[in-house]
T-cell receptor, first 113, second 114 residues
């Protein structure tokens, strides 16, 4: 059974804290993605990675960075959390080929207070 | 510019009726894939159906079919004989071959009424 696992389901952090969201996949996929989901805005792409140590900015990268040191792990980093980063964060992975669907983690509900 | 447009924020449909969820997309790439996902209240993202840009036939998966009109850049999801369990958020997404990004629309919240 294929799996994408996010390290936390719920997270509460204080403003200014450095926050790490971890995502691990066991499918040997090249491509991994981080999205945030907000009501009325759908899923917005923050960053994606198509290989180890490779990353590309998505549509809303400001305030975020990422790390991919190993193929199976893709980390999203909030350098200094702010209240407007309170959101649901979804990680996804997908193999090569345009016809392969993305597999998603269960999501992390982050609240910044 | 928005690449995936879902014009229906919410829909109410009577149980057992057919439902069409609209999706239009924008791309200059010749090779791309279109996807539909379902997100129930539990929050998980469930893959429903895929359509490739070179596929000549509309994709079907059980009660789901994708009405693909390439010239109009339209990829509507059709759910036949709707069920109460179909109540959920539905997202249309596109993956372009040129950069492998997957971009989602804002979603349509579907409510099936008994």
């Amino acid at each position: 059974d294929v799996k994408v696992t996010q390290s936390s389901r719920y997270l509460v952090k204080r403003t200014g804290e450095k926050v790490f969201l971890e995502c691990v996949q066991d499918m040997d996929h090249e491509n991994m993605f981080w999205y945030r989901q907000d009501p009325g805005l759908g899923l917005r792409l923050i960053y994606f990675s198509y290989d180890v140590k490779m990353k590309e900015k998505g549509d809303i990268p400001e305030g975020y960075s990422v790390s991919r040191e190993k193929k199976e792990r893709f980390s999203l980093i909030l350098e200094s959390a702010s209240t407007n980063q309170t959101s649901m964060y979804l990680c996804a992975s997908v193999g090569g080929g345009a016809n392969t669907e993305a597999f998603f983690g269960q999501g992390t509900r982050l609240t910044v207070v | 510019a928005q690449k995936i447009t879902q014009t229906q924020p919410g829909m109410f449909v009577q149980e057992k009726e057919a439902v069409t969820l609209d999706c239009t997309y924008d791309t200059s790439d010749q090779s791309y894939g279109l996807f539909w996902y379902k997100q129930p209240s539990s929050g998980e993202m469930i893959f429903l159906i895929y359509q490739g840009s070179y596929d000549e036939q509309n994709a079907t998966e059980g009660r789901y079919s994708l009405n693909f009109q390439k010239a109009r850049k339209s990829a509507n999801l059709v759910i036949s004989a709707s069920q109460l369990g179909d109540s959920a958020m539905y997202f249309c997404a596109m993956r372009e071959r040129k950069d492998d990004k997957i971009i989602f629309g804002k979603g349509t919240r579907l409510h099936i009424l008994p």
